[in-house]
T-cell receptor
């Protein structure tokens, strides 16, 4: 069965420091990976997906099939990046039923 | 707000009672998903619809749970004979085909 693991429940950094939110997955096929973000009192929203290979709000994520990882990175954290981040996997593009990790709370201190 | 709308936002019920939640997707979104999220966990998939057809149900969806999407528009999720373990945030999401899914703000259920 597919699984998404986010090993850190909380990541606290200072403003301007680099950020890396870890995500590992287990799935035997070719998954589609996503990062979702939830800011305080807001709904869950898509941040980025691996197939787009884009940078959103300065964040990037590279799918590493060898290490089965999809870590989220940003070189210089901003206070407004403080939020809950969820890594998610879609094992079948026909379904779009996502398997989420348990989330990492990012706190960016001034 | 033209996003996904869920009602009610909060529901407190006594154990054994039935509850029903409603989700209004974004207009013209043909796919609708239900997820459940418990404290400290990510959302867990429950079921999804394409138009009015319920195409898949998770093993998490016990016999006490039923979802409908009449006419392929809004959807309801009913839980019969609620148990304390049903306490969670219930999230709805919708998408146009395989495009990005947009989430609602959720209905928080507390079973006392």
């Amino acid at each position: 069965a597919q699984r998404v693991t986010q090993p850190e429940k909380l990541l606290s950094v200072f403003k301007g420091a680099p950020v890396e939110l870890k995500c590992n997955y287990s799935y035997s096929g070719s998954p589609e990976l996503f990062w979702y973000v939830q800011y305080s009192r807001q709904r869950l929203q898509l941040l980025l997906r691996h197939i787009s290979r884009e940078s959103i709000k300065g964040f990037t994520a590279d799918l590493n099939n060898g290490e089965t990882s999809f870590h989220l990175k940003k070189p210089f954290a901003q206070e407004e990046d403080s939020a809950m981040y969820y890594c998610a996997l879609n094992m079948d593009t026909g379904r779009r039923a996502l398997t989420f990790g348990s989330g990492t709370r990012l706190q960016v201190q001034p | 707000d033209t996003g996904v709308s869920q009602n009610p936002r909060h529901k407190i019920t006594k154990r054994g009672q039935n509850v029903t939640f409603r989700c209004d997707p974004i207009s013209e979104h043909n796919r609708l998903y239900w997820y459940r999220q418990t404290l400290g966990q990510g959302p867990e998939f429950l079921t999804y619809f394409q138009n009015e057809a319920q195409l898949e149900k998770s093993r998490l969806l016990s016999d006490r749970f039923s979802a409908e999407r009449p006419k392929g528009s809004f959807s309801t999720l009913e839980i019969q004979r609620t148990e304390q373990g049903d306490s969670a945030m219930y999230l709805c999401a919708s998408s146009r085909g395989l495009r990005e899914a947009f989430f609602g703000q959720g209905t928080r259920l507390t079973v006392v």
